[in-house]
């Protein structure tokens, strides 16, 4: 599985963890992806997509028919 959002295009970001002693070990900030089903008007059926918390929040605020019109127009299989 990819952890990338489909909506916004988050993806893992990588750094450091550093202990008390100040050591530095590499790790991975990974986005809050989710699999989420919606029902788009527009195609009259579900469609499953990947997405992380804020791509949740974007599709919230400009409706599921826009985001798909742009995923669709990126060329993005559904």
Same mark, same amino acid.
């Given at each position: &599985? /990819?952890?990338?959002?489909?909506?916004?295009?988050?993806?893992?970001?990588?750094? #450091?963890?550093?202990?008390?002693?100040?050591?530095?070990? @590499?790790?991975?900030?990974?986005? @809050?992806?989710?699999?989420?089903?919606?029902?788009?008007? /527009?195609?009259?059926?579900?469609?499953?997509?990947?997405? /992380?918390? #804020?791509? &949740?929040?974007?599709? =919230?605020?400009?409706?599921? =028919?826009? +985001? +798909?019109?742009?995923?669709?127009?990126?060329?993005?299989?559904?």
């Amino acid at each position: &599985m /990819s952890a990338t959002c489909q909506v916004t295009g988050a993806r893992p970001g990588f750094g #450091k963890s550093v202990s008390h002693s100040h050591r530095r070990t @590499n790790r991975r900030f990974d986005p @809050n992806i989710q699999h989420k089903r919606y029902f788009v008007p /527009s195609l009259g059926r579900t469609v499953r997509l990947t997405v /992380s918390a #804020k791509g &949740m929040k974007v599709i =919230d605020a400009r409706g599921i =028919d826009a +985001v +798909v019109a742009d995923l669709l127009r990126r060329g993005e299989r559904l």
